[in-house]
């Protein structure tokens, strides 16, 4: 049972497309969170949602749009796909948003050519 | 004040040997100090956490070493194995404060 699972693990796209990353949880956890990971492997926050809200948004481009239909998914589209967009996304989960442990998916291999 | 300073940025050791890698931070809200590890290709897991409470937690072959008054903290992993190699990232968050990470620590154990 895969407790953070996110689709697609990979994903090759050409510039100026539009794609959708998605992302489920069954830990029963109420907040969700995107982070970017680049290739000298630092960890970025960009979005954090509790309970549906938003409530972590870091200097993101507004081509980056999360959305949460409920407390188990958080999708994150990305329109007019840039070559500096390709890097790892992680999809992650907390019992609370502070002091609690962060539960990362496998992550989503993202190439823009 | 956010910041989360980690080091070495990358750390070669001999099979058996001791890894050692150490964190820093300045927000004295952190109350939460977990480390995860990363393997190729695998999203980041929890390793092992500890909380300002305690100066030391083992768990295997794997410590937290704790130091509240210099706000540091580190990580020994004795008896390091070629199967240890990966990257390692501290972390700290509290109540009200939001998750930081560190760089993050690439581990290669040598056979």
């Known amino acids: 049972d895969t407790a953070v699972s996110q689709t697609p693990k990979y994903l090759v796209t050409q510039m100026g497309n539009d794609k959708s990353i998605k992302c489920e949880q069954n830990?029963?956890?109420?907040?969700m969170y995107w982070y970017k990971q680049d290739s000298k492997k630092f960890l970025k926050i960009m979005f954090s949602y509790n309970n549906k809200e938003l409530i972590i948004n870091e200097t993101v481009p507004n081509r980056f749009s999360p959305k949460s239909p409920d407390k188990a998914h958080l999708n994150l589209h990305i329109n007019s796909l840039e070559l500096g967009d390709s890097a790892v996304y992680f999809c992650?989960?907390?019992?609370?948003?502070?002091?609690?442990?962060?539960?990362f998916g496998e992550g989503s291999w993202l190439t823009v050519v | 004040q956010q910041q989360v300073k980690q080091s070495p940025q990358s750390l070669i050791v001999q099979k058996g040997g001791i890894s050692i890698i150490n964190c820093a931070y300045e927000?004295?809200?952190?109350?939460?100090f977990p480390w995860y590890q990363q393997f190729p290709g695998k999203g980041p897991a929890l390793l092992i956490a500890?909380?300002?409470?305690?100066s030391e937690k083992k768990e295997g072959r794997f410590t937290i070493s704790f130091n509240k008054s210099a706000k540091q903290f580190s990580l020994h992993i004795m008896d390091s194995q070629p199967g240890d190699s990966a990257t390692y990232f501290c972390a700290a968050s509290g109540y009200g404060q939001n998750f930081v990470f560190g760089p993050g620590t690439r581990l290669s154990v040598l056979p």
């Open positions: 830990l029963g956890h109420d907040t």
């Open positions: 992650a989960s907390s019992l609370g948003h502070s002091g609690n442990t962060i539960y």
């Open positions: 500890i909380r300002p409470d305690v």
């Open positions: 927000n004295t809200a952190f109350d939460y």
